[in-house]
């Protein structure tokens, strides 16, 4: 054990030799954690008295103002914390979101910048480690998504006093460029072509829910969601105030996926006609329509499974030979149809449960289009109307 001496002024400060017979210093400090408990904080290898001093200043100084939890968690890595953080947090968060938060920690969190102390990783460090390691090799929207799930639980050590801000508000991801969208959209035609190859060839549920996606942007877990009592034939409306997936029913997860979106009447006639079919066969299975009954069913008059638009889609696009896109792509289907018509964006954007900053963002190319488009209608009329507008003379 190496002997200790103590400093001429400072008893909290101490010098030793080290193997190699250089003097060196440290200090120790006792102090009482948050939670009333005696520790220690030590420190060695300092060079001269006066910096083993000054760190030790910094320290007391700490404990002074109450700050014990940076003392306390000063070796707590970030991928301890990132376990920590979820361990305590997860049961608040949905089936989804968990999913979502333990894949980012687990397989691309911890494995870049886990064994970095979490007092001391800083901003460039993780752009150089996390951030720039995954450029190029995923789209941009992954990388923010993962990068969001850190921010949280870095927020959540700001809230716990563990660290004294959030350093890593700014890093630089690239830009979508559109990513969100790219080609995975359907032209007026194309759609028209889709859904008229459907209506003729496929059965009725395959095409009133390929028909009701198409007409109202809704997302793939807002239709498997969907029970009777959501959908007004008085008024023409669909209320979305579910999501659906492998792990049942369940809330939207955010405030504006409530809504209630206007219908063409052709789409609710379709639907009166599906409802029809849906008592009939629910009839055979012994089964009754009722108001919270889930409206896609298969021909086994159960809840149609969570792949079973993407395989409808898949098979309707190979037999039609429209361009391949995704369910989601008729939702940007959708959306891109509305903004090359002129349409309002916040009701675009009240329509599809997003904010107008999130259809700036993804369909911003779309946007510059319309805008341009309208100076042109503006320009046109004023012409048409026999002003007379340019140079002054």
């Known amino acids: ?13 101490y010098y030793y030799f080290n193997a190699n017979g250089e003097k060196l210093w440290m200090f120790r400090h006792r102090y009482y954690d948050s939670s009333g408990k005696r520790r220690e904080k030590r420190k060695s290898g300092f060079k001269t008295d006066k910096a083993a001093i000054k760190a030790l200043m910094e320290v007391k100084a700490l404990t002074l103002r109450g700050d014990t939890k940076k003392l306390d968690y000063e070796y707590i890595t970030v991928g301890q914390w990132l376990d920590t953080w979820f361990e305590a947090n997860y049961i608040k968060l949905a089936p989804t979101t968990q999913r979502t938060y333990k894949n980012a920690i687990n397989n691309y969190l911890k494995p870049t910048i886990g064994q970095y102390k979490l007092q001391k990783l800083d901003k460039a460090t993780y752009q150089r480690e996390f951030i720039n390691k995954f450029v190029g090799k995923f789209k941009p929207r992954t990388i923010r998504l993962w990068h969001n799930v850190f921010s949280v639980a870095i927020n959540a050590a700001v809230e716990e006093e563990i660290l004294p801000r959030n350093r890593f508000t700014r890093v630089s991801i690239p830009d979508e460029d559109n990513d969100v969208v790219k080609d995975n959209y359907l ?6 072509q889709l859904l008229d190859f459907a209506k003729q060839h496929e059965p009725i549920t395959n095409y009133t829910a390929l028909l009701v996606l198409a007409y109202t942007g809704m997302r793939k877990g807002e239709l498997m969601g969907l ?33 209630t979106i206007p219908v063409d009447p052709s789409v609710m006639e379709q639907l009166k006609h599906y409802k029809t079919w849906c008592k009939q066969l629910l009839l055979k299975h012994g089964k009754k329509i009722k108001a919270d009954s889930i409206v896609f ?13 993407n395989y409808v889609l898949k098979l309707v696009i190979k037999a039609s030979g429209i361009k391949e896109i995704t369910v989601h792509g008729l939702r940007h289907t959708h959306a891109t149809i509305l903004l090359n018509r002129n349409a309002n964006v916040k009701a675009i954007a009240e329509r599809l449960g997003n ?18 488009a309208l100076m042109s209608v503006f320009s046109d009329s004023l012409s048409a109307s026999g002003v007379k507008t340019g140079v002054q003379d």
Not at 187 to 192: A, D, H, V, W
Not at 242 to 253: C, E, F, N, S, Y
Not at 298 to 306: Q, S
Request: net charge positive.
């Open 1 to 13: 054990m190496t002997k200790l001496y103590k400093h001429s002024k400072e008893p909290e400060v």
């Open 187 to 192: 032209t007026e035609n194309e759609l028209n």
């Open 227 to 259: 029970q009777w009592k959501n959908i007004d034939f008085k008024y023409n409306t669909i209320t979305i105030e579910h999501t659906r997936d492998r792990l049942g029913l369940r809330k939207p997860k955010t405030r504006n996926s409530y809504r």
């Open 297 to 309: 069913i298969d021909e086994c008059a159960e809840p149609i499974y969570n792949e079973f638009i």
């Open 355 to 372: 904010t107008p900053d999130m259809i700036y963002r993804i369909y911003g190319h779309l946007t510059k289009d319309s805008s341009n």
